[in-house]
């Protein structure tokens, strides 16, 4: 019995090992440029290592031309004759900024150029180029500006004055942003409206190759994005109208996507679309310590009534966006209150010293 589990662990450890590793992960040339994964880096512990993840190989095993591919201009990164071993990728950005992280699992000196352009040979061109400052560090290329549904290619390849240091094992933990492929039916007409203290997000789209769910998440900066909720896929044929309310909006500009499964477990986003919100409390106050007067501080066009305590309004103020000097000579001691009526729950107490 000791026997069979020791077997049995043994098989388990070869199986994970080999699906562990990639050889060489992309494609040799430009022409055969594999599909990003996303899986590559899930189980990725850290951005800093490959610790976890998967590996993928560039020795001449699985890279037997040591020469850089022709069809791409030359890096500008690095130097020339050091540069060997490319292999190929290409992907679709989650949003406008991406991150291409590699780190090495042997004595390798990364290099990462990006393009723009294809798919034919000597169409590309380049949108960036990093490299590891020696053997034992990562790389990080850091894209911008790229655009939604469009397809983008890089190369990863070795640059080391030592042969032996061109060529090696890699991870690409800490990539963020990147997509395998473009989706056949990609949304249309995702739009998002602010109703009150809430956010109301619309789409179109086909469901039959997704999953059961549509996942909507929301972001601050339009780059880091986490899960807002979910909304429940259509059994229906054909396209479909779907609705989703954010019930807990960011304050200000909140960005929004939907993330959507298809078969084969690959994963892609809609466009991202921006939706400016009213917060609860639109007005702000405060007093002039010398003279003692009110001043009014408003980020979207209201009304605001100054009302005394037993709730007779004294003044109606009609107030766009800025500070606002309000006179307060007629007021005698006592308290009062400032209430926006574009939002109900924005109620101020004014305790008033002449």
């Not at 169409?123 to 560090?137: N, Y």
């Not at 007093?287 to 009534?305: A, N, R």
Request: with cysteine; aromatic share 10%; net charge neutral.
């Amino acid at each position: 019995m000791k026997t069979a589990v020791l077997i049995f662990g043994c098989s388990l450890l070869i199986a994970l090992r080999a699906a562990a590793q990639l050889c060489p992960g992309g494609g040799v040339d430009f022409l055969s440029a594999v599909s990003f994964d996303p899986a590559w880096i899930y189980g990725c512990n850290t951005g800093t290592s490959c610790n976890g993840g998967v590996s993928l190989d560039n020795k001449i095993a699985c890279q037997p031309t040591t020469a850089l591919d022709a069809c791409a201009p030359a890096p500008s990164c690095g130097i020339a004759s050091n540069n060997a071993s490319n292999i190929w990728f290409k992907f679709v950005p989650a949003a406008a900024n991406a991150t291409i992280s590699c780190f090495q699992n042997s004595s390798f000196v990364i290099g990462i150029q990006a393009f723009t352009g294809g798919p034919a040979c000597g169409s590309l061109t380049e949108l960036g180029c990093a490299l590891s400052s020696g053997p034992s560090s990562g790389v990080q290329l850091h894209l911008t500006g790229l655009q939604a549904n469009t397809l983008y290619y890089f190369r990863v390849f070795g640059s080391a004055g030592p042969p032996s240091q061109r060529t090696g094992i890699y991870c690409f933990c800490g990539t963020t942003g990147l997509n395998g492929a473009i989706l056949a039916d990609a949304f249309t007409g995702f739009r998002g409206v602010a109703t009150g203290n809430a956010i109301g997000l619309n789409w179109n789209a086909s469901a039959e190759s997704h999953a059961d769910v549509f996942e909507v998440q929301r972001s601050a900066d339009g780059i880091a994005f986490s899960a807002a909720g979910q909304v429940p896929v259509s059994e229906n044929p054909g396209v479909q109208p779907y609705y989703f309310k954010d019930a807990s909006p960011l304050n200000g500009t909140g960005y929004y996507r939907i993330k959507h499964t298809t078969a084969g477990n690959q994963y892609g986003y809609s466009g991202v679309i921006t939706v400016k919100t009213t917060p609860a409390n639109n007005f702000d106050f405060f007093v002039d310590s010398q003279s003692g007067e009110l001043h009014i501080s408003v980020v979207t066009p209201c009304t605001i009534t100054l009302s005394d305590i037993s709730g007779h309004v004294l003044q109606t103020l009609r107030l766009l966006p800025g500070t606002h000097q309000v006179p307060t000579g007629r007021l005698a001691n006592g308290i009062y209150f400032l209430h926006s009526l574009q939002s109900p729950l924005a109620r101020k107490c004014y305790i008033f010293h002449p």
